[in-house]
């Protein structure tokens, strides 16, 4: 009787040990959630920096010689084309066309005596012509005295918003002197100029042709901005055009970009982002930005569970960032489970337990995915 007790009390020992052996080896498998991957088309973009340009500026510049007598405009103001912006002093220029106008009057006198003279030749008509050709020599003398007089008001060339005066009352300007008297810019619209690299111009086009993207559509040329502070702005431009030659210092093609600027929000030589729709991926995959991780060499990977819940870093390629979703251009396919939580507790070659989580990649997945299948709905 006492051997079988013992024997029993052995079994018992034996089946505890073996359970909270069973219990500890499932305590020590990592939980992780994860993220099982679908395709779904995805908008390619690319933010590209760039500094914003007037559409249209000019500057103030004298054509006559003279004394500044007066500033007609205020400065930082809208000014309209041909509007006076300074006054110089025209008493000179004044008295030239007087003159002119005086020597025009009597040429003019001299041909109406001389002609009824030259058809009764009674003068030679050598006189009369030459009397003619002299008030035809005084009309042009006094044009130009005209001319001069009226550049004695300096005119905004374009519409726009002036600057401030480099020059002040009293000051001696000269017809050609290299300095400006000040500048106008037309602020609305903007231009916005940047620069994408011969290479990813290069690759774009390629997976146009090849299929591998779509044109984006009618809206392919909407460019979007982001502004110094990194608030979007609120206006949608277009792309007017992009060079033809490759710069050959920075390997870049010029972009310039058109956006409505009513309210002047937008300055020339601002640091801005614009934002370029440049196609569609039709078979597009997107990951959570927490489930991406960085080498020493800051190139990009992700912990992947296989059908063995075995862990596997893999590489990857990315492209855009849209929503906290980075675009996944090569290393990973539909169907794979990607590692989204639990990152700090996994490494490569050990069993994990995962739990599908629901991020924003996979509810756009399945929105997706659900769209697809007619037996969804």
């Known amino acids: 009787m006492r051997h079988k007790l013992l024997i029993i009390s052995l079994f018992l020992v034996t089946a505890c040990d073996g359970s909270s052996s069973h219990t500890t080896q499932m305590a020590s498998i990592p939980q992780v959630s994860i993220v ?18 007037a559409v249209r500026g000019a500057e103030g510049r ?10 007609l405009f205020t400065e930082g103001s809208e000014v309209t084309a041909g509007q006076p912006l300074y006054q110089i002093d025209p008493a000179t220029y004044q008295a030239a066309y007087d003159k002119a ?16 003279l030259s058809e009764a030749h009674a003068v030679s008509g050598q006189v009369y012509d030459d009397a003619v050709a002299s008030a035809k020599e005084a009309a042009a003398d006094l044009e130009t005295a005209r001319v001069n007089l009226n550049y004695t008001q300096v005119r905004a060339p374009i519409s726009g ?37 011969s290479q990813d111009l290069l690759r774009l086009r390629r997976a146009l042709a090849q299929g591998h993207l779509k044109a984006a559509g009618d809206n392919s040329a909407a460019v979007l901005l ?23 210092g920075t390997g870049s093609v010029t972009m310039r970009a058109s956006f409505p600027n009513p ?40 912990y992947t569970v296989k059908t063995d819940n075995t862990v596997e870093q893999r590489p990857i390629t990315t492209g855009e ?35 599908e989580h629901q991020t924003a990649a996979a509810s756009a997945n399945d929105t997706s995915s659900s769209m697809n299948d007619p037996s969804a709905q």
């Open 36 to 53: 099982t991957l679908h395709t779904q088309p995805v908008t390619l973009t690319t933010s590209l920096p760039g500094r914003t340009t």
């Open 62 to 71: 004298p054509q006559v010689d003279g004394i500044i007598l007066k500033r």
């Open 101 to 116: 106008q005086a020597t025009l009057t009597n040429a003019n006198a001299l041909v109406k005596r001389y002609k009824p």
């Open 161 to 197: 918003h002036i600057g401030r005066s480099i020059y002040t009352e009293g000051a001696l300007v000269t017809s050609g002197q290299s300095n400006y008297l000040t500048t106008i810019q037309q602020l609305n619209p903007m231009y916005v100029d940047v620069s994408e690299s």
């Open 226 to 248: 982001t502004l110094e502070d990194g608030s979007p702005y609120g206006q949608e431009g277009k792309l007017e055009f992009s060079e033809v030659t490759v710069d050959e």
């Open 263 to 302: 309210h002047n929000e937008l300055l020339p030589g601002m640091f801005v982002h614009a934002i370029l729709q440049q196609g569609v991926q039709e078979q597009g995959i997107l990951i959570p930005q927490e489930a991406v991780s960085h080498d020493v060499k800051g190139k990009p990977y992700v």
């Open 321 to 355: 960032m849209t929503n906290s979703l980075w675009q996944v251009t090569s290393g990973l396919q539909a169907g794979e489970k990607v590692i989204t939580d639990g990152l700090q507790s996994v490494r490569v070659g050990i069993k994990v337990s995962a739990n």
